[in-house]
């Protein structure tokens, strides 16, 4: 009989030590199914014009694919730390323009500078589900050979691009033939 006054206690214990784990868990870690696999095969406009782009892109280039849209706060707010890496480092960038009209875009980019090689228009998100993303910004690096290797969710910040991206960019120019 006095076990069963105790049923509260341990419901309550067994939900307060799940929502303790909870909070020591970093909300931009998502796993992703597509690390250490090939980018999804795609063909879509390139948003400065009426070229079709296809995974070919990535042929023999590590790139950092990063989606954005010319709506999203958080992509102006990380849009400078792309800047900076688009200028100081050999890499392709590519950006992936996700629900959003090609003139806001392409004034967008204009405001605010364009660091990508290369961006893919997506306003129907067709290669967005099949990347798994569930916001913008995220960012993608892609080896030489079109695999993804690394997914960023969230703002890169000088902290994360120097503590997770850059060493990863780093090893895999390393290896470039």
């Given at each position: 009989m006095k076990l069963r006054g105790l049923i509260p206690l341990f419901g309550f214990a067994a939900l307060f030590a799940a929502l303790a784990y909870g909070l020591t868990r970093d909300p931009r870690i998502l796993p992703s199914e597509l690390i250490e696999k090939p980018f999804?095969?795609?063909a879509l406009d390139n948003l400065a014009n009426d070229a079709v782009l296809e995974n070919e892109i990535f042929e023999?280039?590590?790139s950092l694919v990063n989606i954005f849209?010319?709506?999203c706060v958080s992509c102006t707010v990380e849009h400078p730390q792309l800047m900076e890496i688009s200028q100081s480092l050999d890499i392709q960038m590519v950006g992936v323009d996700w629900r959003d009209?090609?003139?806001n875009a392409v004034r967008w980019l204009s405001e605010n500078g364009d660091p990508y090689d290369a961006v893919i228009f997506?306003?129907?998100s067709h290669l967005i589900v099949d990347?798994?993303?569930v916001g913008a910004p995220e960012t993608f690096i892609v080896d030489q050979n079109g695999d993804i290797r690394y997914k960023h969710v969230g703002i890169i910040t000088p902290d994360d691009w120097k503590n997770d991206l850059h060493p990863i960019v780093e090893s895999l120019?390393?290896?470039q033939p």
């Open positions: 999804p095969t795609f023999g280039r590590v849209g010319s709506w009209t090609r003139e997506d306003p129907d990347l798994g993303v120019l390393a290896v």
